[in-house]
């Protein structure tokens, strides 16, 4: 069992930035890959990014690409979603997952284990 919380959301203007954290407890953090989603009401939970377990590798959604980024501190058994140039469009609540399988990178939720209460992000235009 892998519990989840995530932190760092809030309300930013448009052009703003927030780093959401996701903090995971175990031991077992830096053999997951993990991945960020987010949902806004009246739809279906959107794939945001996700990191390779050892860091080294990361997968965007276009939607995010060349303004999120994704990292891990396995140390510290926390991953992080930088995000940049905000947009309203990007209000939602975000979600941190955890993938057991862990053997790609992978964008369905459906093949996500174990996901925190999610922290709302949003962004004013």
């Known amino acids: 069992q892998v519990q989840l919380v995530e932190s760092g959301g809030g309300l930013v203007q448009a052009g703003g930035s927030l780093r959401l954290s996701c903090a995971a407890s175990?031991?077992?953090?830096?053999?997951?890959?993990m991945g960020w989603f987010r949902q806004a009401p009246g739809t279906e939970r959107e794939f945001v990014a996700a990191?390779?377990?050892?860091?080294?590798?990361?997968y965007y959604a276009d939607s995010a690409k060349g303004r999120f980024t994704v990292s891990r501190d396995n140390a510290k058994n926390t991953a992080y979603l930088q995000m940049n140039s905000l947009k309203p469009e990007d209000t939602a609540v975000y979600y941190c997952?955890?993938?057991?399988?862990?053997?790609?990178?992978?964008?369905?939720?459906?093949?996500?284990?174990?996901w925190g209460q999610g922290t709302q992000v949003t962004v004013s235009s």
């Open positions: 997952a955890v993938d057991r399988d862990s053997a790609f990178l992978k964008s369905s939720p459906h093949e996500y284990d174990y």
């Open positions: 990191i390779s377990r050892d860091d080294i590798s990361a």
């Open positions: 175990g031991r077992t953090f830096s053999t997951y890959n």
